[in-house]
């Protein structure tokens, strides 16, 4: 066989094995769409988990990491009718509250960074997610941002804060906080969208492709995606690097830990829904951002709301809690003490 030949062979099984990714991709997305939808659920004695064994395994990761947690705190499992949500309370009693909403498919220790600089002055409540992979219990699928806020606003009162909540958010999270926003302006203070996803902009195709494809069983693709997406901090240094690896590691094993379930996409605020935001906002995003261009958010929001104040953190991408932690955390709190 000639090499004109042997390039073409190559071209041709290429070809057909990206065909076969894509095709596998597809299957995997329509069957994630068709999962049962609302209403109670059967929950077992290792919901939400596949397995006994499934359980054991994520949890013993998680509890692992939790020990980490660089401040004193103290666990709550608040009840509410989506489920029982889990919570690590941090910083001093009768501070005024601070609630964190991590990203997608994660839990409170994504504010490993974080929590010591925020947990000075404010009484910090780092969630679990209720559908995350986490130590919440989910028990009715949530379907809606209506759904979410309704949880959210349960939470609120089960941990018995009134009013006057600081609400900070990381990727969904941040989602999730522009969706409370809308619907309970009355018990916020001020929110904080750390690169929300959705929210200002759709996501880029590059995030939809690389993510669904996390949901193939190797390793390599999970790490592949990670690499990507958090790609400041692992060119920083060796414990940057580090950092993403566990991070991989703990989002490969939780996706083959939990059982699968339908997500609520995130959404893309209405010009008119900007204009009715009352709540103080501050929105921060990487300049390296990978879900959108931080750019043309930043551009969107100057023209359809410009009071929502706007800090572009430089050196950083969807990473920006991790690799600029401190200019992160001293945004935050600057805004958040700053009196209204």
């Known amino acids: 066989m000639n090499a004109k030949a042997?390039?073409?062979l190559k071209s041709i099984l290429v070809g057909?094995?990206?065909?076969?990714?894509?095709?596998?991709?597809?299957?995997?997305?329509?069957?994630?769409?068709?999962l049962p939808g609302s209403g109670p659920l059967e929950v077992t004695g290792h919901?939400?988990?596949?397995?006994?064994?499934?359980?054991?395994?994520?949890?013993?990761?998680?509890?692992?990491?939790?020990?980490?947690?660089?401040?004193?705190?103290?666990?709550?499992?608040?009840?509410t009718s989506q489920g029982n949500t889990f919570v690590r309370i941090s910083g001093p009693a009768g501070a005024p509250p601070l609630v964190l909403l991590h990203?997608?498919?994660?839990?409170?220790?994504?504010?490993?960074?974080?929590?010591?600089?925020?947990?000075q002055e404010f009484r910090v409540y780092a969630v679990d997610g209720i559908t995350d992979h986490g130590r919440s219990v989910y028990t009715r699928a949530i379907e809606s941002p209506e759904d979410y806020a309704r949880w959210l606003d349960e939470l609120f009162s089960g941990l018995e804060l009134r009013d006057r909540i600081h609400l900070v958010g990381l990727s969904y999270g941040?989602?999730?906080?522009?969706?409370?926003?809308l619907r309970f302006p009355e018990r916020l203070d001020k929110i904080v969208l750390v690169a929300p996803v959705g929210t200002v902009l759709p996501l880029r195709m590059e995030w939809i492709r690389r993510a669904t494809l996390c949901a193939l069983p190797h390793r390599r693709f999970t790490r592949d995606f990670m690499?990507?997406?958090?790609?400041?901090?692992?060119?920083?240094?060796?414990?940057?690097?580090?950092?993403?690896?566990?991070?991989?590691?703990?989002?490969?094993?939780?996706?083959?830990?939990?059982?699968?379930k339908r997500m609520v996409n995130p959404t893309v605020l209405e010009d008119s829904d900007w204009k009715r935001l009352k709540v103080p906002a501050l929105y921060l995003v990487g300049e390296h951002e990978k879900i959108y261009s931080a750019r043309e958010a930043v551009e969107r929001l100057a023209a359809v709301a410009p009071q929502v104040e706007v800090a572009v953190i430089s050196g950083a991408g969807h990473d920006l809690t991790a690799v600029q932690a401190d200019r992160v955390n001293?945004?935050?709190?600057?805004?958040?003490?700053?009196?209204?």
């Open 6 to 8: 042997r390039r073409l």
């Open 16 to 34: 057909c094995g990206t065909l076969m990714l894509l095709l596998i991709v597809g299957i995997i997305g329509l069957a994630a769409w068709a």
């Open 47 to 79: 919901h939400p988990f596949r397995t006994a064994e499934a359980k054991a395994r994520f949890l013993t990761l998680y509890d692992q990491r939790a020990q980490r947690w660089p401040v004193p705190s103290e666990n709550r499992t608040v009840s």
């Open 103 to 119: 990203g997608v498919s994660g839990n409170s220790l994504q504010w490993m960074p974080n929590i010591e600089a925020l947990s």
């Open 174 to 181: 941040g989602w999730l906080t522009s969706q409370y926003a």
């Open 227 to 260: 690499y990507w997406l958090l790609e400041d901090l692992v060119r920083r240094d060796e414990a940057g690097q580090r950092m993403v690896d566990e991070w991989a590691e703990e989002s490969y094993v939780a996706l083959r830990s939990f059982k699968p």
């Open 330 to 340: 001293g945004a935050i709190l600057e805004f958040l003490k700053r009196p209204r």
